[in-house]
């Protein structure tokens, strides 16, 4: 008569643990342990044959092999749900990084680890990872953002993003920017005087940005266009009040990466939101995704709209001149 299944202990449905300390518990067999059950994330770190190998998992894998590891760069954008590299960063990278005091271990299949001094205050956890050290959003985004191999836009970029995705604000960064020094520190001071915190996408920044390095008049970004009764229209990702213009970014990146409920409008409600801004005497320009394939273009255009528009209502292009 076969013997009856012995039942998985619930601690290890919980999550990522340690193979070696599994068995010397009693808790599985080595042969269980190879079985189809289990799967290996990390060395000597299992979980369930069924779970999805997502980089928080994996980062649950490392906090579990390496307790003294705090996970950095990247992954820990990743971890506050910044995507960094794109909506699929996070599945396409075969890593995670971590960082580790000096003198620890630092070769291990699937992680980079780093090794420095992380002052108590710069690590936290984000609140649905608890068990997994974390570098605060802030020091997370300078981090990134101070890495001298992204250029100033891409730092501004990753700055932005930080501050649309998480509770992090341009105050606290540059408070904890104050005392940063060594690499990268002059570019993370330019990068911090560029960025605004006010992109619903790394698109608008980049177009933001591209629009500044042209020359064109200062446009107010994310503007509450409204009614007379105070009831909101739209908020508009650009605009020029005085001439009654504006920007908007509509793609399917800027879809995919910001965290702003009014740009995944249903088409029907979006084109009615548009007649209600043609209405208040608006004109909207609209750049679309492959347009970024030629910025010089886009922001070339939307200069001849602006002296277009300016001649149309009479005024000049910058208010107040």
């Known amino acids: 008569m076969p013997r009856p299944a012995r039942p998985v202990p619930p601690e290890l449905l919980a999550g990522p643990f340690r193979g070696s300390v599994a068995v010397a518990q009693g808790l599985l067999t080595p042969a269980q342990l190879r079985g189809r059950g289990w799967q290996r994330v990390l060395p000597d770190v299992y979980t369930r044959a069924d779970a999805d190998l997502t980089h928080e998992l994996r980062a649950r894998a490392a906090a579990v092999l390496l307790p003294d590891a705090v996970v950095t760069g990247r992954s820990a954008a990743w971890l506050w749900r910044v995507d960094v590299d794109g909506p699929d960063g ?40 608890r068990d997994v050290p974390t570098l605060w959003p802030e020091h997370a985004a300078l981090e990134l953002a101070a890495d001298p191999a992204r250029s100033h836009v891409d730092s501004v970029v990753v700055l932005d993003q930080f501050v649309e995705s998480t509770g992090a604000s341009l105050v606290s960064l540059r408070r904890a920017a104050a005392g940063w020094t060594g690499r990268g520190c002059r570019g993370l001071r330019a990068a911090l005087l560029d960025a605004d915190g006010l992109a619903g996408s790394p698109p608008e920044t980049r177009l933001r940005l591209a629009m500044g390095t042209a020359g064109l008049p200062p446009p107010v970004a994310q503007y509450r266009l409204a009614h007379a009764s105070g009831r909101r229209v739209k908020l508009l990702d650009f605009a020029w009040p005085h001439l009654r213009l504006a920007v908007e970014y509509d793609g399917a990146t800027h879809i995919g990466t910001s965290t702003r409920p009014e740009t995944r409008f249903a088409l029907p409600k979006d084109r009615r939101v548009l007649n209600e801004v043609q209405e208040l005497g608006w004109r909207l320009f609209y750049v679309t995704a492959p347009d970024h394939h030629d910025m010089a273009g886009v922001v070339a255009r939307i200069g001849e709209a602006l002296q277009i528009r300016a001649a149309e209502v009479g005024l000049p292009l910058h208010p107040g001149s």
């Open 90 to 129: 996070a599945a396409r990278c075969p890593h995670v990084e971590v960082t580790i005091p000096p003198g620890g271990r630092t070769r291990v299949p699937g992680l980079v680890v780093r090794r420095r001094v992380l002052a108590d205050h710069q690590v936290g956890a984000p609140p649905w990872l």
